[in-house]
């Protein structure tokens, strides 16, 4: 079976290379479990279903299980993904335990693809241990949180970069004109909107989209409008993330979005320990979940469009009011909330 997977993949052969390293696919003498994790958006689920179609041929049966954590949250979810994992591998329905899938599975060379993994208990009885698996059995899990993977004992992990300028340049555009390169006269419009998206392949595909066929007037109209309000599109995928953090988790998250992003991980764990926090533990969650990762120089660095996402949860706080939102980073904000005497100002930073 060929999965439909987007005609306009960009950047996608050095990707699958080095997937396809970590799974030594030519090696029958094991089972492999390769994990694939990062940002919302970043595309993970098209790495894995190119990767899908590539090798599935060399299995006895296979099974991509989709939206696993939307899946598994529904009524019943998880026992019918593990009845599809059954059916896609085997063509058996009817009653199941995790006994079943262990004995029936045990002795197939088969592929299977768990794709947005969000908790163990979903690892746990979908795809268990290596033992349940025959030899020459693959399976690939595409999660956001590097630390299921971690602890689930995969045998490589694949954490997916952003785009770079040329390939993001040419996502873009083969959504916004169907073609490599951008049109005539919009030149310097899609290198603002490729510097905007950060190398995000959903950022790319939805802002492509949403520009095609608009003159140039309303490329800048838009563009105008996404310096001030984040596409709805985008952060509803992003929000995914954020909205599964802790209590102290989202506060952190929300000051190095606000105000500590490109410091130094040392220096922002002490101010942020100043204030109660335990900051190393929730830092390390933020690495673990994919929201921010942490450079070469020890410095915090978070994509563009989580920094906006995060601000604009801010301003909607108080949309009207400045002085009573959480945190302020703009400075006519703060000198007007400086200069005017605001009692109820809630403000924390």
């Known amino acids: ?84 994992l059954l059916d896609d591998t085997l063509g058996v329905r009817g009653q199941l335990t995790l006994k079943n899938i262990h004995d029936r599975l045990s002795s197939k060379k088969v592929l299977i693809s768990l794709d947005d993994i969000d908790n163990r208990r979903e690892l746990e009885h979908l795809v268990g241990k290596h033992s349940w698996f025959g030899h020459g059995s693959r399976i690939i899990i595409t999660t956001r949180k590097k630390y299921l993977l971690t602890t689930h004992g995969v045998d490589y992990m694949y954490e997916v970069d952003k785009l770079n300028d040329v390939e993001a340049l040419q996502l873009f555009c083969s959504y916004a004109f169907k073609q490599q390169l951008p049109g005539k006269g919009y030149k310097d419009l899609s290198t603002q909107v490729v510097r905007y998206a950060d190398g995000l392949p959903l950022a790319l595909k939805v802002l492509g989209s949403l520009l095609f066929g608009k003159g140039v007037k309303d490329w800048k109209s838009e563009l105008k409008k996404l310096q001030e309000v984040p596409n709805i599109e985008i952060t509803n995928v992003l929000k995914i993330s954020y909205d599964g953090l802790d209590h102290t988790q989202k506060i952190i998250f929300m000051d190095i ?93």
């Open 257 to 349: 979005a606000c105000f500590f992003n490109g410091g130094h991980v040392e220096v922002v764990t002490q101010v942020l320990d100043g204030s109660r926090f335990k900051a190393e533990s929730g830092i390390n969650a933020l690495v673990d979940r994919c929201l921010i990762t942490i450079s070469t120089d020890k410095k915090i660095e978070m994509h563009d469009s989580l920094i906006q996402m995060a601000k604009e949860i801010v301003y909607k706080e108080c949309p009207n009011e400045p002085g009573e939102r959480s945190r302020l980073w703009k400075h006519e904000d703060v000198c007007r909330l400086l200069t005017i005497n605001t009692e109820t100002c809630v403000l924390k930073n």
């Open 1 to 84: 079976m060929v999965l439909d997977v987007n005609e306009n993949i960009v950047g996608m052969d050095s990707r699958l290379e080095r997937l396809l390293s970590g799974l030594h696919i030519q090696s029958n003498d094991d089972v492999c479990i390769v994990g694939v994790c990062g940002l919302g958006g970043i595309g993970k689920t098209t790495i894995i279903t190119a990767l899908y179609n590539k090798i599935s041929n060399q299995f006895q049966s296979t099974s991509f299980l989709t939206n696993v954590r939307e899946e598994s949250a529904k009524d019943s979810g998880l026992l019918k993904l593990q009845q599809q």
